[in-house]
């Protein structure tokens, strides 16, 4: 890779999949189920995040302190992938298709509780 290459410097942010207590990996399980040009365009905007951080729209947007969501334009509408930030990790809690204008709140609660049970597992490490 060039120098100049955006790909030969380090991201700014890691990566990583929420855990639930049981071990399963919401968000990854969701991606695994898109098509492959889907998933890829994913993984790009959540790129650009990784390498650019911090960013604004269009492609991320601040729901409330602590929690953002990547934006991505895929064959069924706009996929959000709601993330918080832990220790220059972007840890990707929730994912789903937005159909409303406003960020349902169901989808909310899930990325909150999600965000309360990472805060609460990181305090206990410590």
Same mark, same amino acid.
């Given at each position: 890779?060039?120098?100049?290459?955006?790909?030969?410097?380090?991201?700014?942010?890691? =990566?990583?999949?929420?855990?639930?207590?049981?071990?399963?990996?919401? =968000?990854?399980?969701?991606?695994?189920?898109?098509?492959?040009?889907?998933?890829?365009?994913?993984?790009?905007?959540?790129? %650009?995040?990784?390498?650019?951080?911090?960013?604004?729209?269009?492609?991320?947007?601040?729901?409330?302190?602590?929690?953002?969501?990547?934006?991505?334009?895929?064959?069924?509408?706009?996929?959000?992938?709601?993330?918080?930030?832990?220790?220059? =990790?972007?840890?990707?809690?929730? =994912?789903?298709?937005?159909? %409303?204008?406003?960020?349902?709140?169901?989808?909310?609660?899930?990325?909150?509780?999600?965000?309360?049970?990472?805060?609460?597992?990181?305090?206990?490490?410590?």
């Amino acid at each position: 890779m060039a120098e100049g290459d955006p790909e030969s410097r380090e991201p700014i942010l890691g =990566v990583a999949f929420y855990r639930t207590a049981a071990g399963n990996e919401p =968000v990854r399980q969701w991606l695994k189920d898109l098509k492959r040009e889907d998933r890829k365009a994913i993984g790009q905007d959540i790129k %650009t995040a990784q390498y650019g951080w911090p960013l604004g729209m269009p492609l991320i947007r601040k729901l409330e302190p602590g929690l953002w969501e990547v934006r991505s334009h895929i064959a069924q509408g706009i996929a959000r992938v709601i993330f918080t930030v832990a220790d220059e =990790v972007m840890v990707l809690l929730h =994912v789903f298709i937005k159909k %409303t204008q406003k960020t349902p709140l169901e989808d909310l609660r899930i990325a909150r509780q999600r965000l309360t049970d990472l805060r609460k597992e990181h305090s206990n490490e410590k």
